[in-house]
């Protein structure tokens, strides 16, 4: 089948862990690889953000990535794309009416509101994964929200326009049936996990004079919630806590949210307990989970959440918020334990239990690790995103289901 894939802000070659790079790139990255490992021709359409990087390029892992020019070729905050849309349209349009594909699946509503406006000349079924929707983010972000405002009236659209949405969770499925979209035109499909690079043998980063060890990884963004994990130090006086994200340790200083992440610990005297890492790679991420005696992810809010998964797959439990996808992933009382969003003595107080208890936390990673490998391999949620592309009505000879 010839599979392509638009991610218009995320491209799945970036470096991850900035503001701008996560969650969604490493899906579209990982998604792609699965899919073309299964002998599927697959290309990703994303927006060129660095004039040094060629037009179109083929990955190790057999993808194709085309850098489509629309806007400055410099990075550009997500949501100051909308005005460059029309160009990206134009060029999806110019490529598929030339090279048609079988079908187009869109990630994130920017990327849907061109390959509806582009796969309609051409007749191509689109498929929407929206990486999160604006009414739930307006709903915990308020004004501070930077969505443009068109966002939430364009996903509306789309959910009637495209011909399949594969949601990430079941909360967004239930966000997306309170928009009035039938439940028989969504599908389930998760993010996945390495489970082949993050497994419970292995290296662990070394570890300091604390009796335990906390991971948290992600962008430092305050959405994250990583003051919630700080805050629960304090009722923790025998636990550091290892924050990864953000820029690489040398310019860790200048992230303004590393500069407030420290302050706050310094306002609550828990600072010697928190180390900022900055940026860690893909291939040390692993011995770093493996150093925890649990994880903990306490966003305010999060459409899916991929860390959970990598620790699960290592063997470590994880403690995190009851919210979003974080709700399917993570089993509450089997793979670790869920905690109401924001609440650092909840936090403390279920950190403090698990802690003293070996035996549990050893019972929690085993059990995540099985849940990982079982429900999470990237391989399976290809395998299901196939599943979703013919539901949506593509065929493998380039014929649309139906059609006459």
């Given at each position: 089948m010839k599979i392509t894939l638009v991610s218009e802000h995320a491209n799945p070659l970036a470096a991850l862990g900035s503001v701008e790079a996560g969650g969604q790139n490493l899906h579209v990255a990982e998604l792609s690889k699965a899919l073309a490992s299964q002998r599927h021709e697959v290309t990703v359409y994303t927006r060129r953000d660095d004039r040094s990087v060629p037009d179109e390029l083929k990955t190790e892992h057999g993808y194709r990535v085309v850098h489509v020019p629309a806007g400055p070729a410099r990075p550009v905050p997500k949501d100051e794309l909308t005005r460059d849309m029309g160009e990206f349209t134009r060029f999806l349009r110019?490529?598929?009416?030339?090279?048609?594909?079988?079908?187009?699946?869109?990630?994130?509503w920017r990327s849907g509101l061109a390959s509806v406006s582009a796969a309609r000349v051409v007749g191509v079924p689109v498929v929407q994964t929206f990486h999160g929707l604006g009414t739930v983010k307006k709903r915990y972000l308020g004004d501070e929200d930077t969505s443009p405002p068109q966002r939430i009236g364009t996903e509306k659209v789309l959910c009637r326009e495209v011909g399949r949405i594969a949601a990430t969770s079941s909360d967004e499925v239930s966000?997306?049936?309170?928009?009035?979209?039938?439940?028989?035109?969504?599908?389930?499909?998760?993010?996945?996990?390495?489970?082949?690079?993050f497994v419970p043998e292995g290296e662990a980063m070394p570890r300091s004079k604390y009796a335990h060890r906390l991971v948290a990884v992600g962008r430092l963004v305050p959405r994250k919630g990583f003051a919630t994990a700080i805050a629960a130090l304090r009722a923790l006086p025998d636990t550091e806590l290892v924050i990864a994200g953000g820029p690489d340790k040398r310019r860790l200083g200048r992230d303004e949210h590393a500069r407030f992440l420290r302050s706050f610990a310094e306002s609550m005297g828990v600072a010697k307990q928190l180390r900022l890492v900055g940026s860690v790679s893909r291939d040390e991420l692993p011995a770093l989970l493996r150093s925890a005696d649990a994880v903990v992810c306490t966003p305010w809010y999060e459409s899916f959440g991929i860390v959970p998964l990598e620790a699960m797959a290592c063997g470590v439990p994880v403690v995190a918020s009851a919210v979003g996808g974080l709700t399917d992933t993570v089993v509450d009382?089997?793979?670790?334990?869920?905690?109401?969003?924001?609440?650092?003595?909840?936090?403390?107080?279920?950190?403090?239990?698990?802690?003293?208890h070996q035996t549990l936390l050893e019972q929690f990673g085993a059990a995540g690790r099985d849940r990982a490998w079982a429900r999470y391999s990237w391989q399976r949620v290809a395998d299901e995103t196939l599943r979703v592309y013919s539901r949506a009505g593509a065929r493998a000879d380039g014929l649309v289901a139906g059609a006459r």
């Open positions: 110019t490529r598929w009416e030339l090279d048609r594909p079988d079908v187009v699946h869109a990630h994130y966000e997306l049936a309170r928009m009035g979209v039938p439940r028989a035109r969504i599908s389930v499909v998760p993010s996945g996990v390495d489970v082949d690079a009382g089997v793979t670790g334990r869920l905690v109401p969003p924001r609440k650092p003595r909840a936090l403390a107080a279920t950190l403090h239990h698990l802690l003293a």
